[in-house]
């Protein structure tokens, strides 16, 4: 089955660690983007990458750093200086098709908590 | 700026027609995006709209477009309990790329 794979589910995280978010797709998707959801703030992009070994940040890229050395993964680590981490963290991808249809897919998200 | 506007909640009773309305900036955009979350989980595409088109149906679900105004609305008939999810309207970015950019989610939710 095709499809984006994030792992774990929930995190707990003590204050002053870094955490690393996995995702996986075997969609053959270019794209792939992290975003953070928080209760009553909609999806806000953190950093998204358009092929392998190149990405950009979204609007709130502070604190976070990515890395895409295959095209399959696009791994989401959460530093210390990011002030505020708990929140639920969905990583997505699509093709990257120009004009045409970009339909994002979306994995079923990781819950972070800093304890 | 970029940004998609919606109404943050929806409380309809089952059977009835939910209505759910958003605005967006872009008027370039060439997609325009609803997608359902269900409590705990990712989200799921319901459906999207080509700029071109004024309306689109899909069983249950329809929608309108009005480019002049930027306004996106998804009507879902027969409202049923299994309905009751968070929606949220989302365009193309023009500044990152092929990522999108959302609202912020209309929770609709479904009484018996």
């Known amino acids: 089955d095709g499809g984006i794979t994030q792992s774990p589910k929930y995190l707990f995280r003590k204050e002053g660690q870094n955490v690393t978010l996995s995702c996986e797709q075997n969609?053959?998707?270019?794209?792939m983007y992290w975003y953070r959801q928080d209760p009553g703030q909609g999806l806000r992009l953190i950093y998204y990458?358009?092929?392998?070994?190149?990405?950009q940040k979204g609007d709130i890229a502070e604190g976070y750093s990515v890395s895409r050395e295959k095209k399959e993964s696009f791994p989401l680590t959460v530093t210390s200086a990011q002030k505020n981490p708990t929140a639920f963290y969905l990583c997505?991808?699509?093709?990257?098709?120009?004009?045409?249809?970009?339909?994002?897919?979306f994995g079923q998200g990781t819950r972070l908590t800093v304890v | 700026g970029e940004d998609v506007e919606q109404s943050l909640f929806l409380s309809v009773r089952e059977g009835d027609s939910s209505v759910i309305n958003c605005t967006y900036t872009?008027?370039?955009?060439?997609?325009l995006y609803w997608y359902k979350q269900e409590p705990g989980a990712g989200l799921q595409l319901l459906t999207y709209?080509?700029?071109?088109?004024d309306m689109k149906q899909d069983q249950r679900l329809t929608v309108l477009l009005n480019k002049k105004d930027k306004h996106l609305s998804l009507r879902i008939a027969d409202t049923q309990t299994g309905d009751s999810a968070i929606y949220f309207c989302?365009?193309?970015?023009?500044?990152?790329?092929?990522?999108?950019?959302f609202g912020k989610g209309t929770t609709l939710s479904v009484s018996s």
């Open positions: 709209i080509f700029s071109n088109m």
């Open positions: 997505a991808s699509s093709p990257r098709t120009g004009g045409r249809n970009t339909e994002a897919f």
């Open positions: 989302a365009e193309r970015s023009n500044q990152a790329g092929t990522a999108l950019i």
């Open positions: 872009d008027s370039s955009s060439t997609y």
């Open positions: 990458s358009q092929i392998v070994n190149d990405f």
């Open positions: 969609l053959n998707h270019d794209a």
